[in-house]
């Protein structure tokens, strides 16, 4: 009778259910759309923007348009026709009055050292445009580089609109003259050290955090809920200091001064101060300190939910404890494990103050090296680039975990 | 007392003045003896808080007793952690693991034992048609409604032919009919695997239907242990006889007894003979317990001395299909209930004053409530 009804009305019912489930739609969109417009324009938007830099190319196609246009049909064999050395002086000339040349210098000097002074030193020593015919033997002999092939490669692929050089950059590859990929010169060829590096302390972090922080968790998901409550403050103090104030908190303990070398000279441990800080020891001290709370939470409220029948129903049926806990209270803290060192691993591959307060030169971790592109050297395009690796991975990672978490629920098919 | 319906009454458990307190200052459990016979299908009944959860968790290791100890066979276990004490458990709310399928769970207790896979395999095998769920081996327990969950919960205690089972409550969370459903089956399996079975709830209905043996338990101490006809028929104290089935309550002050029955003059007027059973000598007060289905409802004096008879005004006639409930407003007791069989009431209506009649041998003189 029911199943008749469904049937007949199939269509209108279905109609039906879209109206009324518009209105409560219409509702949610509402209450989420503050956050969704806050998140467009801090988060979105400023990210698209880091991305577009770390492939936009326009500081030479708007200093040297005629330059640019003039090499379009240079093929890059030998050098390019008198009509580019004449475009060249004519760019070189309008450019230094609108004082842009610095600009197009600083991004060609990227591509080839010592480009930014040939570039300059041409700009004041050519007084007036070349006659018609005379522009290349003119240029040759104000600067010599001019007379080599890979000063105008260089221009060619900084000619824009958009550059793959920055994100080669990053994972310390280059084009040589001809375009092929190659790997950068050794000097040059430091960022995929500095991203192992960064990965290495970050998983480093991740698995001290889920040591010191399993236990913890499990007790206060057993303790009862007065004293669970106390000792979860502990766990949450650190949330109310500064990140700033908690590092510098860690210079006084750690250095050669400090507390702890102060105690062991005193008890007579040791002779000589030991070295705690500016080193990579100081590094996992503190940044484990930090993130300890974020390994934490998300253990505990899983831990919460696992019932203690469980372990009783194990060791009921003939598990000593530690096959008990291995085989039925792990298994079920997977998700929480999961969330904890993500979060973890996320946040410490960012991190920055830490590395940069209590770390040596060899510590320094990515964040650093894109804080001194903006900051020091104002090359947006490279710190982006950066960037976008340093995000590409992160999402890899979520998206891997999302897959594992997901797999995990799937498996067993669903319910009839 | 003591029922002899099993054939075997070898001793499998013995608590010997077990107690046991959390707090150091209120004893949960008070002194226990406690024999658990090989084979039987014990029960332990009461409301909560009586103690009966926390002696099957001392039974099953989770709890020490402060004082006593829990023998199985000769061997005490008191220092026997509950992986080492071969107790099949099922608990109240299943325990399934939720991260194993139906299968893996049944093999849990087989596979920590070090058996082979051939073997735990066909085992496993065995015990889902045991419960008639085989075709679900690969689910996992979120997918399985309350009853199939208590079975497999019921395979997986059972598989590793455990020497003694505990249940607590474990059909508490099912629905009525399931839980009827339910109480037969694992009557079944007591009885097909002859399983030695200790079984917790505070459903009377429930012990009532299950049991070879019934300890009811109030306020950490065993009130009375017996077969359930025994408890039902010949409860020993008040509480008892008020905690199983339906009880009419009348007080009152010994006047006398001789050769075991005692005459009884009501608080509010008028006596009675009764069964002495839990009463000190004459002057004590008393509660005597009558079943409403051993009462009769006269409508003149029949003039006969050898029962009981009382005057009571009928206040209401409720049908409840196989019997009716009679409420009578009687001097002693408001609102004294009696169960009529079908079709006996012809003749009463509400308002009427007519006479409750009883046999001595139906009343027992028990302690003052």
């Known amino acids: 009778m029911t199943a008749a009804f469904v049937a007949g009305a199939d269509v209108p019912l279905k109609r039906r259910l879209k109206r009324a489930e ?30 577009w830099k770390s492939v936009d190319d326009w500081e030479v196609p708007q200093v040297m348009p005629q330059t640019v246009a003039a090499l379009g049909h240079w093929n890059g064999q030998g050098l390019p026709d008198e009509a580019a050395f004449a475009a060249l002086a004519a760019d070189i000339r309008t450019a230094r009055e609108a004082g842009t040349l610095a600009v197009a210098a600083k991004r060609l000097n990227y591509v080839v050292n010592g480009f930014r002074t040939t570039l300059l ?82 998983f480093g972090v991740t698995a001290l955090c889920l040591l010191l922080g399993f236990p913890v968790a499990y007790l206060l998901a057993n303790l009862p809920t007065g004293r669970s409550n106390l000792l979860m403050i502990f766990v949450l103090l650190p949330f109310w200091t500064s990140l700033l104030v908690r590092t510098c908190a860690w210079i006084v303990i750690l250095q050669s001064e400090g507390i702890v070398n102060g105690s062991l000279q005193w008890l007579g441990v040791i002779d000589e101060p030991l070295r705690l800080i500016y080193n990579r020891f100081g590094v996992y001290m503190a940044m484990t300190h930090v993130l300890l709370p974020f390994m934490i939470l998300p253990l505990y409220s899983v831990m919460r939910g696992i019932s203690p029948a469980y372990m009783r129903a194990a060791a009921s049926l003939g598990a000593p404890p530690a096959t008990a806990f291995l085989r039925i209270y792990l298994p079920q803290t997977i998700p929480g494990i999961g969330a904890g060192c993500l979060l973890v691993f996320i946040l410490a591959i960012g991190y920055y103050i830490t590395p940069a307060l209590v770390g040596g030169a060899a510590d320094q971790m990515i964040s650093s090296f894109i804080a001194f592109y903006t900051t020091e050297t104002v090359n947006w395009g490279l710190a982006s680039a950066l960037g976008a690796v340093l995000l590409l991975s992160t999402v890899v990672l979520a998206l891997l975990y999302g897959k594992l978490a997901l797999g995990r629920q799937t498996t067993g098919g669903l319910k009839n | 007392m003591d029922g002899g319906m099993i054939a075997t009454t070898d001793t499998l458990v ?46 099953a290791g989770f709890e020490v007793p ?81 009853g199939q969950q208590q079975r497999v919960a019921l395979a997986r205690a059972l598989v590793f032919n455990p020497a003694l089972v505990l249940m607590d409550e474990p059909l508490g969370a099912l629905d009525k009919r399931l839980r ?17 079975v200790v079984y917790v709830t505070h459903d009377q209905g429930e012990a009532l239907t299950m049991s070879d043996r019934i300890a009811v338990f109030n306020d950490g101490i065993v009130q009375q242990i017996d077969r359930p006809d025994a408890l039902y028929e010949r409860p020993v ?51 005597l317990s009558l079943r409403p289905e051993r009462v009769a409802i006269e409508t003149g004096d029949s003039g006969d001395t050898a029962v009981n008879r009382l005057p009571a005004t009928l206040t209401d006639l409720i049908y409840l299909g196989d019997h009716t409930l009679a409420v009578l407003n009687t001097p002693a007791n408001p609102e004294f209930m009696v169960k009529l069989p079908a079709g006996s009431y012809a003749g009463l209506a509400p308002g009427q004053d007519v006479y409750i009649a009883f046999r001595p041998e139906d009343c027992r003189a028990l302690d003052p409530v």
């Open chain 1, 22 to 51: 518009r209105t409560r739609q219409f509702r949610a969109l509402g209450l989420v759309l503050p956050l969704l417009a806050f998140l467009l324009f801090t988060f979105v938007v400023p990210l698209a923007g880091m991305i």
């Open chain 1, 121 to 202: 030193s041409t700009g004041r020593k050519l007084k007036e445009q070349p006659a018609p015919g005379t522009a290349k033997d003119t240029m040759i002999e104000i600067a010599p580089a001019w007379g080599e092939r890979e000063s105008w490669t260089a221009i060619k692929s900084a000619s824009g609109p958009v550059t793959s050089y920055y994100l080669l950059a990053a994972v310390d590859l280059t084009r040589n003259p001809d375009g092929a990929i190659v790997q950068s010169p050794a000097d040059q060829a430091i960022y995929r050290d500095v991203f192992i590096r960064t990965f290495t302390i970050g």
């Open chain 2, 14 to 59: 013995r608590f010997s003045g077990v107690q046991k307190t959390y707090d150091g200052e209120h004893l949960v459990v008070k002194s226990l003896d406690l024999d658990i016979r090989k084979g039987e299908f014990l029960t332990l009944l009461g409301p909560s808080g009586s103690g009966k959860t926390t002696t099957l968790m001392m039974l």
């Open chain 2, 66 to 146: 402060t004082q006593g100890d829990i023998f199985i066979g000769d061997r005490p276990i008191k220092n026997t952690p509950p992986h080492k004490r071969d107790i099949g458990m099922v608990f109240q709310n299943y325990a399934l693991f939720p991260h194993l399928t139906i299968e893996e769970n049944v093999a849990f207790p087989l596979s920590v034992r070090g058996i082979s896979k051939a073997e735990i395999k066909e085992r496993v095998a065995a015990a889902l048609d045991m419960i008639k769920l085989g075709t679900l081996a690969g689910r996992r327990p979120g997918q399985l409604s309350g």
């Open chain 2, 180 to 196: 009827e459903h339910m109480q037969l089956e694992i009557k079944r399996l007591h009885e097909t695997m002859g399983l030695t």
């Open chain 2, 237 to 287: 104290n008040s509480f008892v006889a008020n905690f199983i089935g339906e009880n009419n309550v009348l007080t009152g002050v010994v006047e006398n007894i001789e050769q075991g029955w005692a005459r009884v003059a009501l608080d509010a007027g008028g006596s009675v003979v009764a069964q002495a059973v839990n009463i000190g000598g004459a002057g004590n007060r008393t509660s």
